[in-house]
């Protein structure tokens, strides 16, 4: 059972039981004030139970200024020792360590997080966050020098373990350390050495205050991946400074906020991508070394550690979707551990996501949400009825048997996954396949039973006697009737592509730049069809996270999509499509297949006649509003807890 896993290892003076790292990242989960809420401690006591070796709470500001997300936990003054004495006696209650990140976003914010301008060490806007951050005084950095330290101090003080120095990732340490982002001209800029100048302070201005004994670990962004950004070559001597100024471990992530991509990658970037560059640290350091990136299953982290990449591994998306993880690993469970499919909706996409703000998984709806959801014994046993195996309906039946209900579930298909299954076909999209066959297994573990090829009639539902029934018989393409010519033979739906029911002729044009759209374009350019993608709106794709959207963007020019922005198609006719382009009138020829992939309508035909038969339905997913799998997961589980 990966013994090399479950080697205890010190980090400076600290012993941590394992080599499961849950790194920062940022939950949205602390209170506005910045003081730790009871969801955050519940969000980690519940990783703690798992049985992670380390734990590291995210993004700490050490200055008001310094927060990147509203709901930031602070360490800028006494006032927020007590929230993080709580959080740390939860977690001890469970052998496992927990370490504080303490983090300055920097110029990687914006003034209506801070309520104020943001600063940096030279005044170059973010591009991302677009805005101008204000150049920090010298005194100001002397200052920020000792906040950190200070911070330091109150996390030692609050009985944390360590703290980790947020060196990566573009923050405000990695703009002074990068060329990229620092023109000073004094001595925090120039040369390596002042540049090197203000992590190195910092590290040095820790250890005065809290001591030798106390581990104090640096994370740094390898390869930033931007012009004069850091290289793996200059981030190997900077490891070297950091461990001469009296760090314990150095943890080597990727990428900054103009690479997000590097940072959280999708499913495009292979599991393990940034191992090569913790390796390489590795060799110019003496300290122990954590690697990130996509470590998805516990044969990679067994052999980085086998090859000398990494000495402790952080499964930062992965321990969001199994907080379990290492227990399960632990007792032999291996095939309940539920995969990260790396889609970003939950983690990253919820926390910028005005109307979420906090952070969640598409696969496991319970993170964020630890203190209110809990799986509970049925207090009694009902039979439930499921019509519809796509992720909603699969994620509600696994959760209903394994509190102790009787569940069947009818599927028209084969096969499970809906509509989600089909998602699996583009490029770079496999790995949804994972998260099916996952949830499949765990409600056939704990039960279920599936009628597959089963079109259910509202007969077969009451002939069954069911207590409760959910409807998640999810959506159907949007016909677009207002454009004339729709119902010709030429004219097909994304559906129909990528279930492999039609096959369409070379030249394509695609109507719609969503999600769905934008995939299918992507398909379909790879497989060599000549495809034009027409949307409305100004932009495609801007139902996917950034990060995903970066690979698919990238892929669509290299295979050459022509995607044309601004269009509405107006009629189509045999040889032709008549389309306004940003309003003045075009006609697009030569594309033999039209495809639809304009959007969305719920698929609940049984509903209305149901509910003059029996009592108890519940409609989820798409069957009851057109949503995204993420919310019709959510949907499931929360009405399967209330059954
Ligand atoms: Fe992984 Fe997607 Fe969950 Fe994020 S939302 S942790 S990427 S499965």
Redesign the pocket.
Known sequence: NFPKLFQPIKLGTMEVPNRFVVPAMGTNLANPDGTISEDLIAYWETRAKGGWGLLTVEVTAVDSLGKAIPNQPGLWDDQFIEGFSNLAKAVKKHDAKIAVQLHHAGRQTTSTTIGDQPVAPSPLKCPICNEIPRELSREEIYALIDSYATAAYRAKMAGIDAVEIHGAHGYLIAQFMSPHSNKRVDEFGGTFENRMRFPKEIAKNIRRKVGSGFPVIFRLSADERVADGLTVQESRAAAKIMEQAGVDAIHVSKGVYETMQYI?APSDVGPGYILPDAGEIKKSTNLPVIGVGRINTPYMADDAITRNQADLLSW???S??DPELPNKLASGKTDEVA????????????IFDPDKLQI?????PF?GSEREMEINNAPEQKHVVIIGAGPGGLKAAWILAERGHQVTVFESRSKPGGQMELGAFPPGRQEITK?INYYWHMALKNGVTFRFNTEATVQDIVDENPDSIILATGGKPLIPENISGINQEHVVTALDILMGKITPESRVLIIGGGLIGSETADFLAMKGHKVTLCEQEAEIATDIHEAVKYFLIQRLHENQVDIKTGTKIIEIQKDKVIASINGERHELSGHETIVLAAGTVSNNQLGPELSNKVNNIHVIGDASDPRKA?DAIEEGARVALNI
């Open positions: 959280v930062g998306r992965q969001l979707t995969p990260c499919i790396a889609c970003n909706q939950g983690c990253i996409g919820y969640s998984c598409l696969v496991n993170c998260f993420i």
